[in-house]
């Protein structure tokens, strides 16, 4: 028996048309099978820059009109989200990942310009002289899972691979991305093996390391990344969303089924899923939750299909 219901499905619609955005409601007509790819593009490109670049709070950090790779990967999530994702519409982003790539061939997480805007008070943006493996990595597992060919893309995959294997040492949401990459370069059989090593390193790194609750109802003892806020833990359903990920071998089946749980059980009396990270200013609660809130149904809907 599924976890989501359809009483728990109609909540969060009500939810997102209450509070999202035009992107927000497009997406959610798409995830309920009421809406076409085209819909979303169009709101989605009421984000893109001049330049092929993506701002104006696509990413909820991240104010103004300024361009940030971190933007850039959102767009590309959402494209993947909707079946979207394509060579016509992945090459404009491509092209300018490419444009601001380091020379070890990642991206910088954020560009200089975002001080210039409203932004997290503890955010700073990073040496432009080397990628960052956040960025990067999901922007380009994203690519790989889509089969798309572009230059960009060579470079990237060498940085993330180099990056990925020298790893020492991590964090939830570098681990997201860590995932999306070894789950999109899988579907090369030439490189699961790699991937599938590499993904197993990793998950052992994030157990040993505590980066995951595994037992929702007992979160004492386990210790918050750096820069996370003091109740922001990771579950295994978050690293592993979708149950062919390759994250979801890291879990038995007990956890999984807790942490699946604790998500459906998660849903708010107003029928949106909460954000857990650090809120630096009133308007990001509500502006974040409608995409948390369809993360959520998605990871639902995922894992009920295989249920």
């Excluded at 219901?5 to 409601?25: H, K, N, P, V, Y």
């Excluded at 020379?103 to 700073?124: Q, T």
């Excluded at 390391?209 to 996370?228: E, S």
């Excluded at 009133?282 to 998605?298: H, K, Y």
Aim: hydrophobic share 40%; glycine share 8%; with cysteine.
């Amino acid at each position: 028996m599924g976890r989501i219901t359809d009483t728990m499905t109609e909540r969060a619609a009500e939810f997102i048309w209450l509070t999202g955005s035009a992107l927000d409601q497009r997406r959610l007509e798409h995830l309920l099978g009421e809406g076409d790819r085209d819909a979303v593009l169009t709101a989605l490109a009421g984000h893109r820059t001049a330049d092929g670049g993506y701002a104006y709070a696509l990413e909820p950090d991240v104010k103004g009109p300024a361009p940030q790779p971190l933007a850039a990967m959102s767009a590309l999530e959402v494209l993947d989200d909707t079946d979207a994702l394509d060579q016509d519409t992945a090459g404009p982003v491509c092209d300018w990942l490419l444009r601001h790539t380091a020379p070890d061939g990642g991206v910088p997480d954020l560009l200089p310009s975002i001080s210039r805007y409203p932004h997290p008070p503890w955010v700073e943006p990073p040496p432009q002289d080397r990628g960052g493996l956040l960025t990067t990595a999901r922007s380009a597992g994203l690519l790989l899972a889509h089969r798309i060919d572009h230059p960009w893309l060579t470079g990237a995959t060498a940085f993330c691979r180099n990056a990925i294997a020298e790893l020492e040492t991590t964090h939830p949401y570098e681990v997201f991305s860590i995932v999306r990459f070894l789950d999109g370069l899988a579907r090369d059989p030439a490189d699961r093996a790699w991937a599938e090593t590499q993904a197993e390193r990793i998950g052992a790194l994030v157990r040993d390391a505590g980066l995951v609750l595994l037992d929702p109802a007992n979160p004492d003892g386990i210790p918050t990344p750096p820069g996370y806020a003091d109740e922001e833990y990771t579950h295994p359903c978050e690293f592993a969303a979708d149950p062919h990920s390759l994250a979801a071998r890291w879990f038995s089946a007990e956890e999984m089924a807790a942490s699946l749980d604790h998500l459906a059980a998660d849903q708010r009396d107003d029928g949106g899923w909460p954000i857990y990270y650090r809120r630096w200013n009133p308007a990001i609660e509500q502006q974040a939750r409608p995409g948390f809130t369809l993360r959520a149904l998605r990871t639902l809907k995922a894992w009920d299909q295989v249920a």
